[in-house]
């Protein structure tokens, strides 16, 4: 959870006078957690001692843990107002833009190279702005907390704020080599180009950690004015010449970004926060930003688009208002009482004339974490207060059962065991090397749609899911197969005496495009036999016995008035297994498993250096849920 710091005096100013028990009451009934209160001068002397503190500021410090979904609650501008809200003491603010167009000459271009680093950009103005040191301090400690928070340490915003009234518009958003870049950095008193400011900040506390983003790119993104003046170097540092001072009065803000959604949410929460500083206060003035004609579409811009910035308009959605009321059992509130409990949550909204069971709800630009009824639901209980809500028993009678996926799964167990098999449980996550390049497989994304035209068809070319951020190259991808995992630990135990029999039942992962998130699970079942010779009829064996297990009977035994149902093993040419010596496994003319020798390169130093011949089986588990 992010936390925010607030000075005492600056929270009575605002909400009258407060005690650390009234104000940690408050936090409790809004859903925050009052953290901590100290000062700057109590938390050095806690750190480094008495002698290091002498001369702080003794200044109460609140210090308040918020959600991390609520970007409006990271500075003491949004924690006040959304407190006065919550308090009855002002209604919702009104965001909007100074005027529906922007200026003539407000406008910044965006240039074709960029779409290789940071394709995106937004930009705002705030005029007349009044600055004071804690104003300023809380405009800087709101964009640290965005860029740790939402912009992900700035890989998907990086924020940039300057003084207009130093620059020229219209502006330029470019990407350009490292040595073609020359300017002034922020506090610092050297001009100097790319490469030689990246060896300037390596050794700066703060800033190496955001090197590596653009280090290695033949371009780094770059944003000029009309003079050619450097207002910043995304996602790094911003120009000396532009620097936001306490008497700055008109405050430009861009922010670059790889994620176009997430660069509006963090604009318009910058701009939202400190608007109420303007001359005109809640008021923003828009830019347009331009795309060139030979930018590369994608698919959020195309070619040519002109779009204004900020987006402050709310966006409506509605929920029912019985449905919620059911859900928390607060049956006897009025439909207006529901409404006015919403509305204190910074929600603007509204009993529909016509039905009045519907609620028409204005969700405000800073609230980005409403994306459902639900959440709505959880606002209402809040307003309500969590410790006024009634409990009670539920008048309903709910008896637990194990999923039938599951409990197949813990029967297919048991009948491994008993053939003498010991069950593994590996590890979910792999490299793309052991998935594929060691099995002698390879991903054909042109098959991408097969798992939707036979959902209950094994085939190990399957396109994997991969994590996007891994820490290890061994824990790249989610495994499509069990055998990689299951041969893993075969090598690791080969000193055993043999023979030695594996099993697992579990999950892989494969990628499903008409799923919500892509990609679904697939319970599978594999067995190895591992020997000093080759014994693939054993495993055979097995897979009849499995298979008998499951009602089934190989379709050359099937006999007329047998209630089994068949199914057949069918050559196949999967290049894990050796040629000649594997078959699919196939019930309905769908192939649902394969069996066979695996190949000696996958049992090789090449492949995972088992070095004895071994024998495989893997099947899918669900089908027989609907066979059964």
Known sequence: ?????????????????????????????????????????????????????????????????????????????????????????????????????????????????????????????????????????????????????????????????????????????????????????????????????????????????????????????????????????????????????????????????????????????????????????????????????????????KPGDRITYPKLEPRETTARIQRMKSSLALNHLSSEQVRDHITRMSMPCEVDAKDKDLLRVQVPVTRSDIMHECDILEDLAIAYGYNNLETFVPATVAVSAEQPVNHLSDLLRQELAMAGFTECMNWGLLSRKENFTQLRREEKPEELWRSVAQPHEYFPTAMSVAVSNPKSKEFEIVRTSILPGILKTLANNKELPPPIRLSEVGDVVIQEPTREVSSKNVRRLCAIHASSRSQFGLMHGVCDQIMYSLNFEPEHEHKEGSKRRTFKLVPSSDPAFFPGMQAHIVVDGVNIGICGELHPEVLSSKGFNVNMPTSAMELNVEPFLDWM
């Not at 959600?67 to 006065?84: F, H, K, S, T």
């Open 1 to 301: 959870m992010p936390t925010v710091s607030v000075f005492k005096d600056s929270l009575e100013k605002a909400l009258g006078n407060i005690t650390e028990e009234s104000f940690d009451e408050l936090c409790f009934e809004f859903g925050l957690e009052l953290d901590d209160v100290t000062s700057e001068k109590a938390i050095v002397e806690k750190e480094r001692g008495k002698d290091a503190a002498a001369g702080l500021s003794d200044r109460i410090i609140y210090k308040v843990d918020v959600p991390a979904n609520r970007y409006d609650l990271l500075c003491i501008e949004g924690l006040v107002r959304a407190l006065q809200i919550f308090k009855g003491v002002i209604p919702p603010p009104q965001y909007k833009l100074s005027s529906p167009k922007p200026q003539a000459q407000m406008t910044i271009t965006v240039k074709k190279e960029t779409a290789q680093i940071r394709p995106f950009v937004v930009c705002a103005i705030l005029r007349g702005v009044t600055f004071d040191q804690d104003r300023y301090q809380s405009f800087i400690d709101l964009q640290d907390k965005l860029h740790q928070n939402i912009c992900r340490k700035r890989t998907l915003v990086a924020i940039g704020t300057h003084d207009l009234s130093t620059l020229k518009p219209p502006f330029t958003y470019e990407a350009l080599p490292p040595k073609d870049i020359l300017f002034t950095p922020l506090n610092q008193t050297e001009e100097m180009d790319g490469n030689r400011m990246m060896e300037v900040l390596s050794s700066h506390q703060q800033l190496k950690a955001y090197l590596p983003i653009i280090r290695d790119s033949p371009v780094y993104p770059v944003i000029y004015d009309s003079n050619r003046v450097v207002l910043s170097l995304p996602p790094i540092i911003n120009g000396e010449h532009s620097k936001i001072r306490l008497e700055t009065k008109d405050v430009f803000i861009e922010c670059t970004a790889t994620d176009l959604t997430k660069a509006n949410i963090v604009l318009n929460t910058v701009v939202t926060m400190f608007a109420e500083h303007c001359s005109k206060p809640f008021f923003a003035e828009p830019v347009e930003v331009v795309y060139e004609q030979d930018y590369p579409g994608n698919n959020f811009v």
